[in-house]
Structure formats: C-alpha cells, structure tokens
C-alpha cells in the first residue's frame, strides 16, 4: 500500500498492511501490525516491524499532513534538546503528495499513567496508590516547565512507564517559551489548570498536597491557589463544552450519523454491540420486561447480546403530539447528552449506550435510547424499612448528601426527583429518567429549580415519618445553605 492511500483507508483498515518507507540508508518496509490511535483520513499510529525491530509508526496523511508532521518532529526534537526522556526517534519523512511518518523505539510493556490510573480510580481519594500515579506526572510536567517546555494535549496518556523510567509522549504537542529557562508562572498557572481539570473533583481538596510533587521539580515560581483554581473552573468549563459537542459528533468516542432519515449515535466501543439492539429495539421491548408501556414512552429490560439493558422508547402518540415534537430535538437525545453530562461530571447515571432519532426528510417522530441497566434497588425500596425508625445507613445518608452537594455544585436540576429515579448502585446514589434535567448558567435560574427538585424528592416519604426528618434536616434547604 501507499502511504497516500491511507487517507481513504477509513477507521479500519485491513491489517498488517505493508508501506514502504526511507531514511537516509534507503527505502524499507514497514509492516504495520495495529493500530493505536485513528483520526480518519488524517492520523494513523500503530505498532509495527521496520528494519527487523519493533517501532511506533506515526503515519500523517491528507490536507494537514505535513503540518502536523513538523509540529510532530519539532515536539520531539524539543524534548529530546532539553534531556528529557522520550522515545528514540529512528526515522522520518515528509513526501508531497503522499503524506509524512515518524518511527519511534517502541517501548515493549510500557504502561501509560492514564492506564495506571484506571486501576486506581476507585480506590478512596488520594489514596497511597492514587498518589503514586500523580506524584509521577506531576514530577514530570514540572521537568518539562523548569526547561520551558509545556505539553498542550496534557494529560495522563502521554506519560509512559517502562522499567522505572517515565517518558513524555506525543511532540504534537509540545510547546516552549524560551527552551532552557523556566517557564513564566502564567504559562505555569494555565498548563497546570489543564491538568488538574482533568482528575475528578473528589480530588480537588488535595490539590495544594498534590502540588508539592510538582515543585519538587520545579520551584521556580510561587503558585497562589486562587489563580490556579481559576484556570481549573476555566479548563473545566471548556472540556464540558467540548465533550457536550462530541456526543453528536463523528469523533474517537462515539459514532454518529445523521441525515434525513434519522439521527444515531452510539459510544464507539459498543457499536458493533449496540447496532442490532438499535435494529430490534421494538421486538426486544415486545420480548422483555416492561416497567412503563403506551402513553409518551415505554421502558423495558431487555436481554441482548448476553448482558441486561434497558431501552427507552420515545412514542408518537397521535397527530397533535407529532405537532408538538417533529421540529425540536427528541426527548431521546436530550436524555443521551444529560446522561453524558453526569457521566463526565462523575455523576453516577447508567452509561448511555446509544440513541437513534427516525425522521422523515429531517422531521422527527419515533426514537430509542438504550443505557445500561441498573439492578440495584431505587431509594423507595432501599430506604423502606427505615421509615418509621429513620435509622437508615449512615453511609446511604452520606451518599445521599454527596450526590446532592455535586447537584448543587453543578447547578443541575433533575426535573422528576421522585424516589424511583434514584437507584442504589455500587455504593453510590444513580439517577435515571433525564428527560428533563438541566444544567443552569445562573443561580438565579436554579435556585427554584433546585427548591422544587428537594420538594418533590421530599415527597416521597410522610412528612410526619422519622425517615422524612432525618433527610430533612440534612439536604441543604436551599442553594445558599449548601456548603
């Protein structure tokens, strides 16, 4: 194959595939064995067989392709200029009309800190474990500031561990002020902010603890938590924006296509899973156990491809309501990006798997969403015993208290808070049934939201009952009293 070919190639291309490739010794064959990273017609990184030895291949093709292929080498470079570790470039080149690549060591048994710290994740915040994973890249992004270099795309993926060594990835990336000296505090402040708007709010009490791993490496500047907290909110703010964007959008992580007769999107690592549950929903829903039928929707648990799932039917129910509903964005698709929402938020939901909208020339009648389903029991059922008494599970309580702190914090109204919205799951409170939930610019806004959310979540309970008391006295009255 030529390297130009490539960029019609897809996002799967048959492997191996066979390029040939030069250095200054001459052309040579790179057996391309698989693949890591696609950006279709553009980016394709995969492991490979060059000149007898293993290599990372990273193969830039297209319009942009020999702008990406100098930012690439020039990242690399930089890197490599300043002493810090980074893989052994073998081999590059750039050809017009045919695309660019680089050849790097491949780094056998290499573990990512992104890796590392999926393995981690749920362990209690800051663990011993949690802290190990980001005391190693926060030395190591406080070497890149002390030789004036700064990584752009930061985050835990470009930090690789081999046989104790840690190696910065990815030159793309990489960025300098004035190479060999510090880096300005600002420029500090904002690279830091990228990386701590990264990890999950549990974790932002310790990020003054945290940040004495970076200045172990890099003490040059007084770093006020004020001004970096802002870059955090400022970063955060972003990459939510962003993410909301994504989940409609052809992109890594998830699959979508939209055109006149309808509207799918699935998270790409189950289309392959979700693509016949999207075929048969109807039937599966006929076959499975159904929790709501007719009316606006129906809801049922499904069995499909050996594991549960729950899947939401959006109904038409006469002319008048198709009136109502073809011109706007279904109820499906408000719950898909809602439930994206909480799930990048760290706010418990079942996952959302898939949603398709069906359309006749762009107008929307019929649509499906199907999430994962949740077989804990909801709060009605859980808290049952305890009405009377109120002596329900402190850590329940404590869950509760958290999930409505992150509510308040995120000034997310859920719409329906009734007590069979609200499922006991792996420790943790997880809301379904999205359908009106929203995430308020303003406190203005949500503070009455807020009160008739707490209100109706009251309601599920006797007013006179010790259960309704205990709950009463510890959710926050209004946003103001929240901590």
């Known amino acids: 194959m030529r390297l130009s070919e490539l960029k019609s190639a897809g996002r799967q291309p048959h492997l191996p595939l066979s ?47 020999a702008r990406h ?38 780094l056998e048994g290499a573990e990512s800190l992104g890796d590392a710290w999926n393995k981690v994740e749920h362990l209690p915040a800051l663990a011993d474990e949690q802290t190990a994973v980001l005391a190693d890249a926060l030395g190591a992004i406080g070497q890149m500031h002390r030789k004036g270099l700064w990584q752009e795309d930061l985050h835990l993926d470009n930090l690789l561990h081999q046989r104790g060594r840690l190696y910065l ?22 690279n830091l902010g990228v990386f701590f708007a990264q990890l999950p709010k549990s974790l932002e009490p310790f990020t003054e603890e945290l940040l004495v791993y970076y200045l172990l490496s890099n003490g040059e500047h007084a770093l006020p938590m004020e001004a970096l907290q802002k870059q955090i909110d400022k970063v955060r703010r972003w990459r939510l924006k962003d993410f909301l964007i994504k989940v409609g959008r052809e992109c890594t992580l998830f699959s979508v296509q939209r055109g006149p007769f309808g509207l799918q999107a699935i998270r790409r690592e189950e289309e392959a899973a979700m693509l016949p549950v999207l075929e048969q929903a ?20 499904v069995e499909a491809g050996g594991r549960t799932l729950v899947i939401k039917r959006y109904n038409i129910k006469g002319f008048a309501h198709w009136l109502k509903r073809f011109w706007r964005p279904s109820r499906a698709w408000h719950s898909w990006r809602e439930g994206n929402r909480l799930a990048f938020l760290g706010i418990a939901t079942p996952t959302p798997l898939a949603v398709l909208e069906k359309r006749f020339l762009w107008l ?106 205990v709950i009463d006295q510890r959710l926050p009255k209004d946003i103001s009293s929240a901590n």
């Open 282 to 301: 109807d039937a599966l829903l006929d076959q499975g156990h159904l929790y709501k039928t007719g009316g606006a929707a129906s809801v049922g648990k």
């Open 19 to 65: 390029l040939t490739l030069a250095d200054a010794a001459g052309p040579a064959e790179l057996q391309l064995l698989s693949l890591l990273r696609v950006l279709p017609g553009q980016r394709y990184v995969g492991a490979g067989v060059w000149r007898g030895r293993p290599v990372l291949a990273k193969l830039l093709v297209g319009g942009k392709a």
């Open 364 to 469: 929307r009648s019929r649509a499906y969403l199907v999430t994962e389903h949740l077989p804990g029991p909801d709060i009605i059922e859980r808290f049952a015993p305890h009405v009377e008494s109120g002596e329900a599970p402190e850590a329940e309580l404590a869950a509760l208290d958290q999930l409505f702190a992150e509510l308040i914090r995120e000034r997310i109204s859920h719409g329906d808070f009734k007590g069979h919205n609200l499922f006991w799951q792996e420790d943790r409170w997880a809301l379904i049934d999205l359908d009106a939930m929203c995430q308020h610019g303003s406190a203005g806004s949500f503070a009455p939201a807020y009160a008739r959310d707490r209100a109706r979540f009251m309601r599920n309970w006797p007013e006179q009952s010790a259960l309704y008391q």
């Open 169 to 190: 990835i990815d030159g793309a990336g990489i960025c300098s002020e004035t190479p060999g000296q510090p880096l300005s505090r600002q420029k500090v402040l904002e």
């Open 69 to 106: 292929f100098q930012r690439e080498r020039d990242g690399v470079r930089l890197l490599a200029a300043q002493g810090l570790t980074t893989p052994q470039l073998l081999a590059d080149g750039l050809k017009e009309g045919e695309g660019g690549w680089l050849l790097f060591d491949f």
